[in-house]
């Protein structure tokens, strides 16, 4: 026999799903993600504790799907294309700039409101080594090009380029200047790449 395939149920599994998500995501955002218990999401969905674990895991996968679009943003496959495409090492680190910029602004309630807090539990600790090490992978995709380029200053192998990288353009750079310090992603972003720059490059390349 086959088996009975129903867009409609279909459609209501992922509207389900759908309803589960956005309501962890209020929850997080609004109690912090420590204090909300899959039966919190349950009943914020309307839904049966069962059917939470059936339809989108326990919390730490919850997170991840919430987390997903923000690590998987366009802007990441952009400023790997872009940096390809150059051999500017100042422009380089400017598309890097405007690139994490940009997956930052556009998740902001997430990165800013959920992730700039400890999280609090074990559970979750996987799922943001996991959104890192993507992270990281592009700096050192971007210090791989700066390497190819000739460009770091003689002091600076690779894995003190990609830390120089992470320390100025990471989250943590945007938590401070965006989240804390209240400046506008404009001046954030402008500065940031400045800073990376002057830190990064040698001042004069040497002659081929």
Known sequence: MRSYNSPRRRDAALATREAILESSRRLFLAEGYAQVT????????????????GSTGGKAAILKALLTPAVEDPAVEQTL???ASTDDPRRVIAITAAGTR?????????????????????????????????????????????TALDALKPALD???????????????????LVGEQGWDFDRAEAWLAGAAQQALLQTARPEA
Not at 120 to 133: F, I, M, R, T, Y
């Open 158 to 176: 690779h894995a003190a380029a990609v830390d120089l990288l992470w320390f100025y353009l990471g989250r943590s750079a945007w938590y401070t």
């Open 38 to 53: 899959v039966a919190d999401i349950a009943t914020a969905a309307r839904v049966a504790v069962p059917t939470v674990y």
């Open 102 to 146: 940009q997956a930052q602004e556009r998740h902001w309630d997430l990165v800013w409101g959920l992730l700039y807090r400890s999280l609090g539990e074990p559970s979750a600790a996987p799922v943001l080594d996991e959104a890192k090490a993507a992270y990281l992978g592009v700096m050192s995709a971007v210090a791989d090009r700066l």
């Open 81 to 83: 294309t872009g940096i």
